[in-house]
Each structure stands twice: as C-alpha cells, then as structure tokens.
C-alpha cells in the first residue's frame, strides 16, 4: 500500500469508497450479527435468540447480504432435520477488533447520549 498523501480529489474519491463500504457494513443488525459470529460459528435461531428483536425476514436479509459480500459462510449440517451454521470469514475476522471498540464505547456512552438527547428535548420543549 502507497503511503497516504492529502489532495482534495483523493480524499472525496476515498469518501466515497468508505460511504460505499460502511453502507454494506455499518447498519446496525450488520454490526451486531458479525459481533455474534465473532465469538463462534452459530445456526439461524441461536443468532435470531442472542440478538432478541430481529425478525426472522430481517436475519434471514442480512446474512445473505453477508454471504455476498464475503463476510459471512453458510455450511449445510448433515443433521435431521438439515441444519445451517453461519461462520465469519476470514475477512470479517479483521472486523472483530474495531466491532469490539464500538461495541464497548456504546456500552461505556450509552447513558450520556441519553442524557443529552433528553437535555436537548427538554430544551426544545
């Protein structure tokens, strides 16, 4: 990789190919079904459980979305009745380290953005 160097045109063109990618990756059962995945393999219904709140039609959406985009595998289980086990490739795996940092801030900030939020509709108010 060349050594980074500042201009106006690469840094829109790299703007846009970020926005590109984050687009793929940054909604937020993304985050959180590669964030499950991350700790081991799992079938459908343990990551709809661990997750809590996801539809079925919305789980089923994103892991096929993973699927295409490289970031997720699904391996048919020689089991009755036949069964489907999610895994993160090897390309998601270089997700895990930033995934955990936004994980753990959200946990470390959640209650000041509430607060904020509730000051700013106070005040709105």
């Not at 690469?10 to 059962?29: F, G």
């Not at 959180?32 to 539809?55: H, Q, S, W």
């Not at 048919?76 to 995934?99: D, H, K, M, N």
Request: aromatic content about 8%.
């Amino acid at each position: 990789m060349a050594p980074y160097t500042y201009s106006e045109d690469s840094a829109l063109s790299e703007l846009i190919e970020v926005r590109q990618v984050l687009d793929k990756i940054a909604d937020k059962w993304t985050i959180l079904i590669l964030t499950v995945l991350c700790e081991k393999p799992a079938r459908f219904n343990d990551i709809k459980r661990r997750l809590g709140g996801i539809t079925h039609k919305a789980l089923s959406d994103a892991l096929k979305r993973l699927e295409r985009l490289g970031l997720v595998t699904r391996t048919v289980l020689p089991t009755q009745p036949i069964g489907v086990e999610y895994a993160i490739t090897p390309v998601a795996i270089s997700l895990r380290a930033p995934f955990r940092q936004l994980y753990d801030w959200a946990l470390l900030n959640s209650e000041a953005l509430n607060e904020a939020q509730t000051a700013y509709d106070e005040a709105r108010t």
